[in-house]
């Protein structure tokens, strides 16, 4: 951890918040090579923060701002060394609220299945209240632009990461760090096929950043397979190597 610590001094950081290692795995090494000065960090929450059941809008500030200090604790850091949070997050067909697409199935042992025509789970009431307490707290991140002074900026996967890098929206646990070292070697000295993955596939939602939220909340949209990530590229294009920025 020292030598994290040394080299976060040198440079300033671009601290990623994500749920997961196979997000990690999928998506540090690659960003690092396309940025030009920075040290990008991927700092795993072990879980879904938007949708945990002690998450509130009113707290959820509080929350992330405890995982930056957490970072910040681990390699020595300042405040200041930070340049950047940025949270990438599932949405989980959140801004689903018709009941209709709601459908309870007793197969399912834990947790969420998410197909074109609805959320399945074993009780529908867990759905609604799931849904009702991650839109609440996704719609306040998406309009905020700073936690505790450091600049904050939440892009999403839908319905979820693996759905838009592997077209698989319910990949099984077991397989999701093999799926992301998979797409780490298929991008790995090839960069610029993964920014134009990003930028150019169908999954990208048209619009400017507050216009990529609103379309998650029209119809089945947070169902299906999109992402604004590729806003990133446009967003922090100051921080990209020279010869990726023709891509843009």
Same mark, same amino acid.
């Given at each position: 951890?020292?030598?994290?610590?040394?080299?976060?001094?040198?440079?300033?950081?671009?601290?990623?918040?994500?749920?997961?290692?196979?997000?990690?795995?999928?998506?540090?090494?690659?960003?690092?090579?396309?940025?030009?000065?920075?040290?990008?960090?991927?700092?795993?929450?072990?879980?879904?923060?938007?949708?945990?059941?002690?998450?509130?809008?009113?707290?959820?500030?509080?929350?992330?701002?405890?995982?930056?200090?957490?970072?910040?604790?681990?390699?020595?850091?300042?405040?200041?060394? /930070?340049?950047? =949070?940025?949270?990438?997050? %599932?949405?989980?067909?959140? @801004?689903?609220? !018709? &009941?209709?697409?709601? *459908?309870?199935?007793?197969?399912?042992?834990?947790?969420?299945?998410?197909?074109?025509?609805?959320?399945?789970?074993?009780?529908?009431?867990?759905?609604?209240?799931?849904?009702?307490?991650?839109?609440?707290?996704?719609?306040?991140?998406?309009?905020?632009?700073?936690?505790?002074?450091?600049?904050?900026?939440?892009?999403?996967?839908?319905?979820?990461?693996?759905?838009?890098?592997?077209?698989?929206?319910?990949?099984?646990? /077991?397989?999701? =760090?093999?799926?992301?070292? %998979?797409?780490?070697?298929? @991008?790995?000295? !090839? &960069?610029?096929?993964? *920014?134009?993955?990003?930028?150019?596939?169908?999954?990208?939602?048209?619009?400017?950043?507050?216009?990529?939220?609103?379309?998650?909340?029209?119809?089945?949209?947070?169902?299906?397979?999109?992402?604004?990530?590729?806003?990133?590229?446009?967003?922090?294009?100051?921080?990209?190597?020279?010869?990726?920025?023709?891509?843009?």
């Amino acid at each position: 951890m020292e030598g994290i610590s040394i080299m976060a001094k040198k440079r300033k950081v671009m601290l990623f918040l994500v749920e997961g290692k196979s997000e990690r795995e999928a998506l540090e090494i690659l960003i690092s090579n396309i940025i030009k000065n920075e040290l990008v960090v991927f700092q795993v929450m072990e879980g879904d923060i938007t949708s945990d059941k002690n998450s509130t809008p009113q707290n959820i500030k509080k929350l992330i701002n405890q995982k930056i200090e957490e970072y910040r604790a681990e390699s020595k850091v300042k405040k200041t060394d /930070i340049m950047s =949070v940025i949270h990438l997050m %599932d949405i989980d067909g959140a @801004y689903i609220n !018709n &009941e209709k697409f709601m *459908i309870e199935n007793n197969e399912i042992e834990k947790g969420f299945k998410y197909y074109p025509d609805g959320i399945y789970a074993q009780n529908k009431q867990k759905i609604k209240n799931r849904n009702s307490r991650k839109s609440s707290v996704m719609n306040l991140l998406s309009t905020t632009n700073q936690i505790s002074t450091i600049n904050y900026r939440a892009y999403y996967f839908c319905c979820n990461l693996d759905h838009v890098l592997y077209d698989e929206a319910n990949l099984e646990s /077991i397989l999701k =760090v093999d799926y992301a070292y %998979d797409f780490q070697d298929k @991008y790995l000295d !090839n &960069e610029i096929g993964f *920014i134009n993955f990003m930028l150019k596939s169908d999954f990208a939602v048209n619009g400017e950043y507050k216009d990529t939220w609103n379309f998650l909340k029209e119809e089945l949209n947070s169902l299906g397979r999109y992402s604004n990530f590729h806003l990133f590229f446009s967003d922090f294009g100051e921080y990209i190597k020279d010869e990726y920025r023709d891509v843009l």
